[in-house]
């Protein structure tokens, strides 16, 4: 595979692209494939052939607008088309060129569609995640072959740490200097691992991305293989994600064949291969040390830190790991510059986050918005606010170890730290919008219990201590409670947050103490109930 | 490396051990693909039972303790045979906010059967996820391997009836 190989691709792509007048893009993803969008493809494409226009279907990654599915886009006009039923394809094809079907049309000039910046989903809704010449006809593996015939692993490495560009898995850990140490560290051998485990419930970022350009996160690992030194790659997907699965595994045999991935990558000496691992429903293999763990063939408990997977990984060895987000920047910056990438989001905080929207918000689904944006947009604009005239309290974010924003924090940038001080959690990207209906009791209630199954059982204060609030938080619930309990709940979250083996016991309190400090007063509401009923059974 | 290895025989002549072995053999009996072994068996017999878990354990040259620890693990696996049909309710936070909790409620009431039972005539199995990644159409589940999503609870009951029938 030379530079005129991958060249020549393109060209033959972009020239039967340009054979066709109309392209019609339907969402091929989990989302939509449910609402029957695979029916819908077959519908266009077979009314192409029966209208003999020159129109080419195409699936594609999500759009974004995943409740209003199927959706579909027609280019070069743009227009958007959602809720598209299979009985509908005979009148989209005759209208093409011609005025929109207004009945089905989704106007794309609203904030949702007009406030986002895409670097991450760049190739979602554009190409076919099944065909790797989609994705070398938008420049795809040029940056791998860039960087393995005119940069050195270092200066790969500077130009990732001049990104500015932080971890997308949670914590927003330096992802240059995280390759600097693993590059560094000695070891026969070395490993790079894609955390794709996604267990955040009410996050699919990682699956979009993952179903929708996976030749990005491959290209992405590639280039951080060469960088840190490694020859062998594993992406660990959760077993819920089946398409996703499915789409890497194409994606890794065609990469594989046109010389991208495998022996003597792009005619270098450099070797790289990928292997999927499958997880098997467990949450706190999203923890890395417990992903290395479940890649062994292992209960997948963590372990105490340090020494660091990027020094003492997979098998002992030094072990890159980050998460599918983090990757998908990698070739938007090897290809555009680390200070275009800089230029976007806060000092801190630089580039796009990728957030799931969803809950009690008009417009649910995936968007990409600058770090720094605020909440109030994300919600009030881009989410189009609240449904049926409700009024908005809440915005969950960072899963189980997150917490709950009130209406006065709505104003925040948001960014890493930011989110932290006011007691929340960036997480991976999930966005759960609660309206005035919700009960904070009840949402604490409902993490606890999540932590409280997903708890590992390797260290006391978490499996004994998510079990005790759990109880506490019942007793709540149920109007039972004291102020004693209250007290005793507002102890053990000081205990568990501090003695915790992993991110999971550290994190489980977070709900709690986020209600308690934003809806105090709903969760004395309970405790008042609780008076109310034992002097009336004392009476 | 020279191993004194001796294969074990598949518990029975069922066609479906060769899925198996074909898997293990692809990692050359490498004792850390008991996961991947173990997917294996599930995808092929729908659940994972004892004799499966010895022989993965003989072949693999790993004690049937850990084979039988990972098993139990990782909520993926089920030691007890499934239902012919089956449905997974997403309990995950988008769906939770939507609704989740009364589509299991309804399924209970109506079938009598819990989150992670079945029903005594092994017609059909009601499961719980923790977010199939489909929260765009809260609440939503996997009705015999195809996500359904803005589900109402008197359409899954519907769904069901017609598997009980
Ligand atoms: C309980 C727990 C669950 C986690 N789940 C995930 C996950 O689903 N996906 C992920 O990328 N990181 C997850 N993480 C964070 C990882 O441990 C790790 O920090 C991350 O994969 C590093 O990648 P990054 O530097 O690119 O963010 C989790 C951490 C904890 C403590
Ligand atoms: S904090 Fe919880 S999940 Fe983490 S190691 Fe301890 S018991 Fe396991
Ligand atoms: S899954 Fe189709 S638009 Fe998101
Ligand atoms: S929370 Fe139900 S699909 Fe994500």
Same mark, same amino acid.
């Given at each position: 595979?030379?530079?005129?190989?991958?060249?020549?691709?393109?060209?033959?792509?972009?020239?039967?692209?340009?054979? +066709?007048?109309?392209?019609?893009?339907?969402?091929?993803?989990?989302?939509?494939?449910?609402?029957?969008?695979?029916?819908?493809?077959?519908?266009?494409?077979?009314?192409?052939?029966?209208?003999?226009?020159?129109?080419?279907?195409?699936?594609?990654?999500?759009?974004?607008?995943?409740?209003?599915?199927?959706?579909? =886009?027609?280019?070069?006009?743009?227009?958007?088309?959602?809720?598209?039923?299979?009985?509908?394809?005979?009148?989209?094809?005759?209208?093409?060129?011609?005025?929109?079907?207004?009945?089905?049309?989704?106007?794309?000039?609203?904030? /949702?569609?007009?406030?986002?910046?895409?670097?991450?989903?760049?190739?979602?809704?554009?190409?076919?995640?099944?065909?790797?010449?989609?994705?070398?006809?938008?420049?795809?593996?040029?940056?791998?072959?860039?960087?393995?015939?005119?940069?050195?692993p270092s200066e790969v490495i500077a130009q990732v740490a001049k990104s500015g560009l932080r971890g997308r898995g949670g914590a927003g850990f330096s992802t240059g200097l995280k390759w600097t140490t693993v590059a560094k560290s000695p070891g026969e051998r070395?490993?790079?691992?894609?955390?794709?485990?996604? *267990?955040?419930?009410?996050? /699919?970022?990682?699956?979009?991305?993952?179903?929708?350009?996976?030749?990005?996160?491959?290209?992405?690992?590639?280039?951080?293989?060469?960088?840190?030194?490694?020859?062998?790659? +594993?992406? +660990?997907?959760?077993?819920?994600?089946?398409?996703?699965?499915?789409?890497?595994?194409? %994606?890794?045999?065609?990469?594989?064949?046109?010389?991208?991935?495998?022996?003597?990558?792009?005619?270098?000496?450099?070797?790289?291969?990928?292997?999927?691992?499958?997880?098997?429903? %467990? /949450?706190?293999?999203?923890?890395?040390?417990?992903?290395?763990?479940?890649?062994?063939?292992?209960?997948?408990?963590?372990?105490?830190?340090?020494?660091?997977?990027?020094?003492?990984?997979?098998? *002992?060895?030094?072990?890159?790991?980050?998460?599918?987000?983090?990757?998908?920047?990698?070739?938007?910056?090897?290809?555009?510059? #680390?200070?275009?990438?800089?230029?976007?989001?806060?000092?801190?905080?630089?580039?796009? =986050?990728?957030?799931?929207?969803?809950?009690?918000?008009?417009?649910?689904?995936?968007?990409?918005?600058?770090?720094?944006i605020s909440l109030r947009e994300i919600v009030f604009d881009i989410g189009g606010g609240i449904p049926d005239g409700k009024k908005f309290k809440a915005v969950q974010t960072g899963g189980p170890s997150g917490g709950c924003i009130p209406e006065e924090h709505?104003?925040?940038?948001?960014?890493?730290?930011?989110?932290?001080?006011? *007691?929340?959690?960036?997480?991976?990207?999930g966005m759960i919008v609660m309206d005035e209906t919700s009960n904070m009791v009840d949402v604490a209630k409902y993490f606890m219990e999540f932590c409280m199954t997903e708890s590992c059982g390797k260290c006391v204060p978490c499996r004994v201590g998510t %079990?005790?609030?759990?109880?506490?938080?019942?007793?709540?619930?149920?109007?039972?409670?004291?102020?004693?309990?209250?007290?005793?709940?507002?102890?053990?979250?000081?205990?568990?947050?501090?003695?915790?083996?992993?991110?999971?016991?550290?994190?489980?309190?977070?709900?709690?103490?986020?209600?308690?400090?934003? /809806?105090?007063?709903?969760?004395?509401?309970?405790?008042?109930? %609780?008076?109310?009923? #034992?002097?009336?059974?004392?009476? | 490396?020279?191993?004194?290895?001796?294969?074990?025989?598949?518990?029975?002549?069922?066609?479906?051990?060769?899925?198996?072995?074909?898997?293990?053999?692809?990692?050359?009996?490498?004792?850390?693909?008991?996961?991947?072994?173990?997917?294996?068996?599930?995808?092929?017999?729908?659940?994972?039972?004892?004799?499966?878990?010895?022989?993965?354990?003989? @072949?693999?040259?790993?004690?049937?303790?850990?084979?039988?620890?990972?098993?139990?693990?990782?909520?993926?696996?089920?030691?007890?045979?499934?239902?012919?049909?089956?449905?997974?309710?997403?309990?995950?936070?988008?769906?939770?906010?939507?609704?989740?909790?009364?589509?299991?409620?309804?399924?209970? !009431?109506?079938?009598?059967?819990?989150?992670?039972?079945?029903?005594?005539?092994?017609?059909? @199995?009601?499961?719980?996820?923790?977010?199939?990644? @489909?929260?765009?159409?809260?609440?939503?589940?996997?009705?015999?391997?195809?996500?359904?999503?803005?589900?109402?609870?008197? !359409?899954?009951?519907?769904?069901?009836?017609?598997?009980?029938?």
């Amino acid at each position: 595979m030379m530079i005129e190989d991958l060249q020549k691709i393109s060209d033959a792509e972009r020239a039967e692209a340009q054979k +066709y007048e109309h392209h019609v893009h339907v969402c091929m993803e989990t989302a939509c494939i449910a609402s029957r969008s695979d029916q819908v493809k077959q519908a266009l494409t077979e009314a192409a052939e029966r209208a003999g226009k020159p129109c080419r279907v195409k699936g594609v990654g999500c759009m974004g607008l995943c409740s209003a599915g199927p959706l579909v =886009k027609v280019e070069p006009d743009g227009t958007m088309y959602k809720g598209v039923t299979p009985e509908d394809a005979d009148e989209i094809v005759q209208k093409l060129g011609d005025s929109p079907v207004s009945r089905l049309e989704c106007d794309t000039n609203v904030p /949702f569609f007009q406030r986002q910046v895409k670097i991450v989903l760049e190739n979602s809704g554009e190409i076919d995640p099944e065909r790797i010449e989609d994705y070398v006809a938008r420049d795809g593996y040029l940056a791998l072959y860039t960087a393995l015939t005119t940069m050195t692993p270092s200066e790969v490495i500077a130009q990732v740490a001049k990104s500015g560009l932080r971890g997308r898995g949670g914590a927003g850990f330096s992802t240059g200097l995280k390759w600097t140490t693993v590059a560094k560290s000695p070891g026969e051998r070395k490993f790079v691992i894609c955390n794709a485990d996604e *267990g955040d419930p009410g996050a /699919f970022m990682d699956r979009s991305v993952l179903e929708g350009d996976p030749h990005a996160i491959l290209e992405g690992m590639t280039i951080a293989g060469y960088a840190v030194g490694a020859s062998q790659g +594993y992406i +660990y997907v959760r077993a819920e994600y089946p398409l996703a699965v499915e789409r890497l595994k194409i %994606a890794i045999r065609q990469a594989k064949r046109l010389g991208v991935l495998g022996e003597n990558i792009c005619g270098t000496t450099f070797s790289f291969n990928v292997d999927i691992r499958l997880g098997a429903g %467990a /949450f706190v293999c999203g923890e890395e040390t417990a992903l290395i763990a479940s890649i062994e063939g292992r209960m997948g408990q963590p372990r105490p830190r340090p020494p660091y997977p990027a020094e003492h990984g997979l098998w *002992g060895y030094p072990t890159l790991i980050n998460n599918v987000e983090s990757y998908a920047n990698i070739v938007p910056i090897m290809r555009k510059g #680390a200070d275009w990438f800089s230029a976007i989001g806060t000092e801190k905080s630089k580039g796009t =986050k990728v957030f799931a929207l969803t809950g009690c918000i008009e417009n649910t689904g995936l968007i990409e918005v600058p770090m720094g944006i605020s909440l109030r947009e994300i919600v009030f604009d881009i989410g189009g606010g609240i449904p049926d005239g409700k009024k908005f309290k809440a915005v969950q974010t960072g899963g189980p170890s997150g917490g709950c924003i009130p209406e006065e924090h709505l104003d925040m940038p948001v960014d890493f730290e930011s989110l932290l001080q006011i *007691g929340s959690f960036m997480g991976s990207g999930g966005m759960i919008v609660m309206d005035e209906t919700s009960n904070m009791v009840d949402v604490a209630k409902y993490f606890m219990e999540f932590c409280m199954t997903e708890s590992c059982g390797k260290c006391v204060p978490c499996r004994v201590g998510t %079990a005790q609030m759990y109880d506490l938080l019942d007793k709540l619930t149920k109007n039972e409670a004291t102020m004693a309990d209250l007290q005793l709940l507002e102890r053990l979250c000081d205990v568990v947050k501090y003695t915790s083996l992993c991110g999971l016991g550290q994190g489980a309190p977070n709900p709690v103490l986020s209600t308690l400090r934003y /809806f105090r007063h709903e969760y004395l509401a309970r405790i008042q109930e %609780a008076n109310h009923e #034992a002097a009336f059974l004392t009476d | 490396m020279l191993r004194n290895y001796k294969k074990p025989a598949p518990p029975s002549d069922d066609k479906r051990w060769r899925l198996v072995e074909a898997t293990m053999r692809r990692h050359g009996h490498d004792p850390n693909a008991l996961i991947e072994v173990l997917h294996t068996v599930q995808e092929s017999f729908g659940y994972l039972e004892e004799e499966a878990l010895q022989f993965v354990a003989a @072949s693999l040259s790993v004690p049937l303790s850990r084979v039988y620890g990972v098993a139990t693990f990782y909520h993926f696996f089920n030691l007890k045979p499934q239902g012919e049909h089956s449905c997974v309710v997403c309990m995950g936070t988008a769906c939770y906010i939507k609704g989740s909790g009364a589509i299991v409620e309804a399924i209970e !009431q109506e079938f009598g059967v819990k989150p992670g039972e079945t029903t005594p005539d092994n017609k059909f @199995s009601l499961l719980s996820a923790r977010c199939l990644g @489909s929260c765009g159409l809260a609440p939503a589940a996997v009705l015999d391997n195809s996500v359904a999503g803005k589900l109402e609870p008197q !359409q899954v009951v519907e769904r069901i009836r017609e598997w009980t029938k």
